[in-house]
């Protein structure tokens, strides 16, 4: 069974960082491209980021771009979001997803990012 | 960057048929894809390339994609359906190439 745990989110400052992980199991991690999708509280989903199972092509979007790293480990089986320079519209459930030509196969339960004074 | 729209809600008796709109520029040359998402829970595939459904989501959900407007239609809607649906594109002609629309809120009168 196709499972993604997402973990690291919290309270943080503005202007602060924090890092999201997300473990894979149950299928051949390094084979799958991954994304972050996030939800601000009450509003629609909106996409973050994506990495190539190979890590050799990756996008964001314009809203993180400059902030958020989007990484993975293969080895581990884990996907990574730093992000920094964190600002309160970036409040939200952020979800990592497994990618398969172009839509969102399987996601995670997310965690919640709050940033606030 | 590319846009999808969508109506906020929609609304529909059960065991009626209910019909929730994606449009977009030519969106019917791109692959639309559609999730449910209900109050606390992770988004969930219910159809993918235009019209396929994954493995365990019922016949009643269906989609079409053609011109500027995809749409997916859930036939003999029951109490259960309620919740958020999205559509979504790849843009792979784009450097930020994933793109959700607003999201519609079906409900069950």
């Known amino acids: 069974e196709v499972q993604l745990v997402e973990s690291g989110g919290g309270l943080v400052q503005p202007g602060g960082s924090l890092r999201l992980s997300c473990a894979a199991s149950g299928f051949t991690f390094s084979s799958y491209n991954m994304n972050w999708v996030r939800q601000a509280p009450g509003k629609g989903l909106e996409w973050v980021s994506y990495i190539r199972s190979s890590s050799s092509t990756i996008y964001y979007a314009d809203s993180v771009k400059g902030r958020f790293t989007i990484s993975r480990d293969n080895a581990k089986n884990s996907l990574y979001l730093q992000m920094n320079s964190l600002r309160a519209e970036d409040t939200a459930v952020y979800y990592c997803?497994?990618?398969?030509?172009?839509?969102?196969?399987?996601w995670g339960q997310g965690t919640l990012v709050t940033v606030s004074s | 960057s590319y846009v999808l729209t969508q109506p906020p809600s929609v609304s529909v008796a059960p065991g009626q048929t209910a019909r929730i709109t994606c449009g977009g520029n030519?969106?019917?040359?791109?692959?639309v894809h559609w999730y449910q998402q209900k109050p606390g829970q992770a988004p969930v595939l219910v159809v993918y390339d235009d019209s396929d459904r994954p493995s365990g989501i019922p016949e009643r959900f269906s989609g079409s994609n053609s011109g500027n407007t995809a749409t997916l239609t859930i036939s003999r809607v029951e109490a259960g359906d309620e919740a958020d649906y999205y559509c979504?594109?790849?843009?792979?002609?784009?450097?930020?190439?994933?793109?959700f629309g607003g999201g519609t809120k079906l409900t069950v009168l």
């Open positions: 979504q594109v790849w843009d792979s002609s784009s450097d930020h190439p994933g793109v």
């Open positions: 030519n969106v019917g040359s791109k692959s």
């Open positions: 997803a497994r990618a398969y030509s172009g839509y969102f196969q399987h």
